[in-house]
């Protein structure tokens, strides 16, 4: 089946620190989508990005599409202790009858030394 | 704006037990998908569906079976409840690729 195979796996980084993420993907996606979830809480999304090679900024994240529509990485400028948290990556792919098919990679988890 | 409710947010079963987790969302979105997160690991899609009527397996179906009724609503049944089910579902949907997600139902299987 389709997997995402997202690196690292956790960072331990200090507040202030640039961070950047990775997926990658032996399947072909039309969207990749980066999510952000808080401990007890479900995905939020993060970014949206539709168009291989598309670069995407959301405040102090970025995100690009990889040109090959296989890949996508998120960064983190000056990261802020509310940065804490686990980082997914997700690829929209058709499925059967029209659904499309959502998968997420295994997460990064993001922690900030004060 | 409720956006995507699942219910309950927790549940205790006993091993062999049934039960359907409830999933709504109010947002007239055609895709809704059910996932399973366990501790440490990324969310893994159990079924989804494209429209009422119409479902597909994702990666990990065995032991449940999905209904969507209406456009509004996704549930999941558990037939008969197994130790290796407990974990945090998650419900989604989706109109155009941006997916929003419910608060989680935590389950633990005993």
């Known amino acids: 089946g389709q997997q995402l195979n997202q690196s690292p796996q956790s960072m331990f980084i200090q507040e202030g620190e640039d961070v950047s993420m990775n997926c990658t993907s032996s399947s072909i996606f039309n969207t990749w989508l980066w999510y952000k979830q808080d401990p007890g809480e479900g995905p939020v999304l993060l970014i949206a990005l539709y168009k291989a090679g598309e670069l995407t900024s959301n405040g102090r994240l970025t995100a690009q599409f990889g040109i090959t529509r296989k890949d996508s990485f998120l960064n983190i400028s000056a990261s802020i202790p509310s940065d804490v948290g686990i980082y997914f990556c997700?690829?929209?792919?058709?499925?059967?009858?029209?659904?499309?098919?959502?998968?997420f990679g295994q997460g990064t988890r993001l922690t900030i030394n004060p | 704006n409720a956006g995507v409710t699942q219910t309950p947010k927790f549940q205790v079963l006993k091993t062999g037990q049934s039960m359907t987790l409830q999933c709504a969302q109010d947002?007239?979105?055609?895709?809704m998908y059910w996932y399973r997160q366990d501790p440490g690991m990324g969310l893994r899609l159990i079924y989804y569906s494209a429209s009422e009527g119409t479902t597909d397996k994702g990666e990990v179906p065995n032991g449940y079976n999905v209904s969507r009724l209406n456009k509004r609503e996704f549930s999941l049944r558990l037939e008969s409840a197994a130790p290796s089910q407990t974990s945090v579902y998650f419900c989604?949907?989706?109109?155009?690729?941006?997916?929003?997600f419910g608060q989680g139902t935590r389950l633990t299987v005993v």
């Open positions: 947002m007239n979105h055609n895709s």
């Open positions: 989604a949907s989706t109109l155009t690729g941006e997916a929003f």
């Open positions: 997700a690829g929209l792919s058709p499925g059967i009858q029209g659904a499309q098919k959502l998968v």
